[in-house]
């Protein structure tokens, strides 16, 4: 039912333009761009809550933890970003699309900034609490986070195009983005669960959240870069081959999330003493 809800959220804006014979782009207004940036936020959010079945977590804090990501760690991605170099070079017009420069900055810059705050939101909030026991947990409060932090992100790229939006384009762009931002972020806390409850040694957790790190800012990455690429090839005359390539790849990095969940709430502790009940 909510991805029914997501899909309908897109259609019936197409249906507003098709009705309303609008054919270009509309001025949103604040009101307007925050409710397509919130309304898919809403819907994936209890779509990710749902999927831990076995022990769901208080809704105040999977909440919490998405208000963490929108009011915490993406104005601290943006400030962190401003400062080392500003975001606009990934449309500078003397770069090629896939330059050197162009790809460690979509990376090392952009990818792994952007992730690092919302692990820093999730490891220094509710990682530390007794509901995080167990390592699903990790994968619902990281893309709770992503899906605040999304959130920012699409009001903001609203905002930057002065309010004036393909109205369904935009929604479905939201739609997408959000889902792109909370899956990055669910790899990642995959690996924060299991690290976590492992017995490794602290070094060997250690490395695992490295890798954990730069496999998420190398997802994050390659999804900017290659939408850029898509908008500059065309995206004024076809706006959805960008919001095609970004569904694609959402969904690829969501299709991985969720496996590796199944196999987690497999393994779950309450799933046992379920059983045992």
């Known amino acids: 039912m909510l991805i029914a809800g997501l899909v309908a959220f897109v259609l019936i804006t197409a249906l507003i333009e098709l009705i309303a014979g609008i054919e270009g782009a509309v001025s949103l207004g604040p009101v307007l761009a925050g409710l397509i940036a919130g ?46 170099a500003p975001v606009h070079a990934l449309e500078m017009p003397g770069l090629e699309a896939f330059s050197l420069d162009r790809v460690l900055y979509a990376v090392l810059v952009v990818g792994l900034g952007q992730e690092m705050c919302k692990y820093a939101a999730v490891r220094y909030s509710i990682y530390m609490s007794r509901e995080f026991d167990e390592p699903m947990d990790g994968i619902v409060y990281m893309m709770a986070c992503g899906t605040g932090f999304a959130v920012w992100v699409n009001y903001h ?24 931002h909370a899956s990055f972020a669910g790899l990642l806390g995959y690996v924060l669960g299991r690290a976590k409850f492992s017995r490794r040694s602290p070094l060997v957790r250690g490395l695992l959240l490295m890798f954990g790190l730069l496999g998420a800012a190398v997802l994050n990455g390659q999804f900017t870069i290659v939408e850029n690429w898509v908008i500059q090839s065309g995206m004024a005359q076809h706006p959805w081959r960008g919001v095609g390539y970004a569904a694609v790849c959402a969904t690829a990095v969501f299709a991985v999330i969720w496996f590796v969940s199944q196999q987690l709430l497999a393994a779950s502790p309450f799933r046992r003493d379920e059983g045992r009940s």
């Open 39 to 84: 309304i898919p936020a809403l819907f994936w959010l209890g779509f990710f809550y749902l999927m831990d079945r076995h022990e769901p977590e208080p809704k105040q804090l999977v909440i919490g933890v998405c208000v963490l990501g929108a009011l915490v760690a993406a104005p601290l991605s943006d400030f962190i970003l401003q400062q080392i």
């Open 157 to 180: 790229r609203l905002s930057e195009q002065g309010h004036q939006v393909y109205l369904s384009t935009g929604a479905a762009q939201a739609v997408v983005t959000t889902l792109a």
